[in-house]
């Protein structure tokens, strides 16, 4: 039986994706500032992590869910943060992309690569936190998680975040550092698909001759 009760989980995610420019909303009544941005993505951890302990089977005790919560969201806020920290280091990067797709040049920029080092910033942060959160999920929850689960959670997640800047990009012909719910909720529900589907695999082969699967 799988540990997360996806229908529920899935249900409750829909309700986040409400919840969460909402929850902006009353942030920007803060005063500007590092705590209304860092508490801003803290925000998206919370909202995350709390569909998920809801859709535990069997339940959990208070102690671990506020744990769990709690670390979703100090990892969510620290996210931006690391991948501000390797932006020098990514930009190098930046002529070989332009070199492969110079077509990227022409998205709405004020300066030629400007949208590449931006890209490049944010599918960082995309792969860090899904790495985070993903070794977080295994330690709490899923056990099971392999190797091959996790590198099916970064591409997806990286696909979710990619596609979240370059489709409006593209239509819209603008630089837009991709503010509102879209990447997040895209990046949401890329990992939770994940989990499914990396469950889903392991209930599959659950029956095959000396396939042993480990459970919680």
């Known amino acids: 039986m799988r540990v997360l009760a996806y229908g529920r989980h899935f249900l409750l995610l829909s309700f986040a994706a409400l919840i969460l420019p909402l929850g902006w909303l009353a942030l920007d009544t803060l005063p500007a500032g590092d705590p209304r941005f860092w508490t801003s993505f803290a925000l998206v951890g919370v909202l995350h992590a709390s569909s998920i302990v809801v859709a535990v089977r069997g339940g959990t005790t208070a102690k671990r869910a506020i744990a769990f919560v709690g670390f979703a969201a100090a990892l969510s ?59 977080l999920i295994r330690t709490f929850w899923l056990k099971s998680l392999r190797l091959g689960d996790w590198l099916r959670t970064v591409g997806l997640c990286l696909t979710a975040t990619f596609l979240a800047f370059l489709v409006p990009a593209v239509l819209s012909s603008i630089n837009r550092d991709i503010a509102g719910p879209l990447p997040s909720v895209l990046w949401w529900f890329a990992f939770s698909v994940s989990l499914y589907w990396s469950e889903d695999t392991e209930k599959s082969s659950a029956g095959e001759p000396g396939m042993a699967i480990e459970h919680l």
């Open 77 to 135: 806020a620290v996210t931006p943060f690391v991948a501000l920290l390797a932006a020098p280091v990514l930009e190098l990067a930046v002529p070989a992309v332009l070199r492969v797709i110079p077509s990227l040049r022409s998205i709405g920029d004020s300066t030629p690569g400007d949208s590449i080092r931006f890209l490049l910033v944010v599918l960082f942060a995309s792969a860090f936190g899904s790495s985070g959160y993903w070794l």
